[in-house]
């Protein structure tokens, strides 16, 4: 089983809709959570983070974390077309796992005027 | 402020062959670390460079190497290319008071082995 496991879609929505996008993962040893967002052909770029559990709200993205269910999520409110892109979740173990990243297999959001 | 650089953009090898990849941190992070994005894999850690020591490691054989320079410039070599090793290598690099997560990822070498 994969530490990290993200649906990879493709998701298409209209402008204006409410998107979801998930990930579940399987170890428990977890501190950061964090959502990254790649567009084509460029580099993933930190979109929001989370410690522990709970939600975080930054702008039109919630990314929230439900460790009992072993549950990230990051909505986007009012979608954009600029929105569309890849996004990944991932989590840092810390620990003698400090510093390696884990990440989903990303998921292909478009939005579509 | 630049951002991080890499070279080449494209670079295509034959199996059994060497591949060098080569990475610039933005100015002032001493951070560097080198993912692999394969299709259908997603992005895979693969090391950690800081202040020129490996840190850690992901799962990968030895022949993906690499080192850091005392410029924190960073290089990953691939010895004995194989058909599998074709992905998108992206490097991101970290201020030292940076949180783990801020990692700042640089547009990446596409490496095609034929």
């Known amino acids: 089983q994969k530490e990290v496991e993200q649906d990879p879609g493709p998701l298409s929505v209209p402008e204006g809709a409410i998107v979801s996008l998930n990930c579940t993962y399987s170890?428990?040893?977890?501190?950061?959570f964090m959502w990254y967002r790649q567009y084509s052909r460029k580099g993933p770029e930190l979109l929001m983070y989370?410690?522990?559990?709970g939600n975080k709200e930054d702008g039109r993205f919630t990314a929230q974390v439900d460790k009992s269910s072993k549950y990230i999520s990051l909505f986007i409110r009012d979608s954009q077309p600029s929105d569309s892109a890849t996004y990944l979740c991932?989590?840092?173990?810390?620990?003698?796992?400090?510093?390696?990243?884990?990440f989903g297999q990303g998921t292909i959001l478009t939005v579509h005027p | 402020e630049a951002g991080v650089t890499q070279s080449p953009t494209h670079l295509i090898k034959t199996r059994g062959q060497q591949a060098t990849l080569r990475c610039s941190p933005i100015?002032?992070?001493?951070?560097v670390y080198w993912y692999q994005q394969a299709l259908g894999l997603g992005l895979q850690f693969l090391l950690w460079?800081?202040?020129?020591?490996?840190?850690n490691r992901g799962n990968f054989p030895p022949r993906f190497s690499g080192r850091q320079f005392p410029n924190y410039s960073s290089e990953l070599n691939v010895n004995a290319l194989e058909l599998e090793d074709s992905a998108l290598y992206l490097c991101?690099?970290?201020?030292?008071?940076?949180?783990?997560?801020?990692?700042?990822f640089g547009p990446g070498t596409r490496l095609t082995v034929t």
């Open positions: 991101a690099s970290r201020d030292r008071t940076g949180e783990i997560y801020e990692q700042y």
């Open positions: 170890n428990s040893a977890f501190q950061y």
């Open positions: 989370t410690y522990s559990s």
């Open positions: 991932g989590r840092d173990a810390g620990g003698t796992s400090y510093g390696k990243l884990t």
């Open positions: 100015s002032g992070h001493t951070s």
């Open positions: 460079y800081d202040e020129g020591e490996e840190r």
